[in-house]
């Protein structure tokens, strides 16, 4: 499950939400052959590594595509403690986007879709002084 929002320390369509009860990490076994999945954490880093009996032939690269992009729009808030026309940005906002994971099996040239992900577009909020009309 992506995030509801794109995240700033990876790449859309790269990333793993997991909300406690709701949302698992899971992973799929496309082979019909036994998976050994080992995690080890050291100093800080997870490190996951895949056993299994099918050798992966040759290298694989993960590509992101950016399919569309959702402008953030605004939201406006009276602020009564701002004198009358100053404006103070509260949060910035965040474009929303679609995006397309594909893997590229580089020594057979074969290439697949991973997932397609949408990610939400947060509207920048501005404060504006003044009263409630």
Same mark, same amino acid.
């Given at each position: 499950?992506?995030?509801?929002?794109?995240?700033?320390?990876?790449?859309?369509?790269?990333?793993?939400?997991?909300?406690?009860?709701?949302?698992?990490?899971?992973?799929?076994?496309?082979?019909?052959?036994?998976?050994?999945?080992?995690?080890?954490?050291?100093? +800080?880093?997870? @490190?996951?590594? #895949?056993?299994? &009996?099918?050798?992966?032939?040759?290298?694989? %690269? /993960?590509?992101? *595509?950016?399919?569309?992009?959702?402008?953030?729009?605004?939201?406006?808030?009276?602020?009564?403690?701002?004198?009358?026309?100053?404006?103070?940005?509260?949060?910035?906002?965040?474009?929303?986007?679609?995006?397309?994971?594909?893997?590229?099996?580089? +020594?057979?040239? @074969?290439?697949? #879709?991973?997932? &397609?992900?949408?990610?939400?577009?947060?509207? %920048? /909020?501005?404060? *504006?002084?003044?009263?409630?009309?």
């Amino acid at each position: 499950h992506p995030h509801s929002a794109a995240v700033g320390y990876i790449d859309p369509g790269l990333d793993a939400a997991v909300v406690y009860g709701r949302l698992d990490l899971c992973f799929a076994n496309p082979s019909s052959q036994a998976l050994l999945i080992r995690a080890k954490l050291d100093r +800080g880093y997870l @490190r996951v590594s #895949l056993w299994g &009996r099918q050798p992966v032939t040759g290298p694989i %690269r /993960v590509g992101v *595509r950016v399919l569309a992009t959702i402008p953030p729009g605004e939201v406006f808030r009276i602020e009564p403690g701002l004198p009358p026309g100053a404006q103070v940005e509260l949060y910035p906002g965040r474009e929303g986007m679609q995006v397309e994971v594909r893997r590229r099996f580089l +020594g057979s040239g @074969r290439e697949e #879709l991973v997932s &397609r992900d949408s990610y939400r577009a947060r509207p %920048r /909020v501005v404060l *504006r002084g003044g009263s409630q009309p």
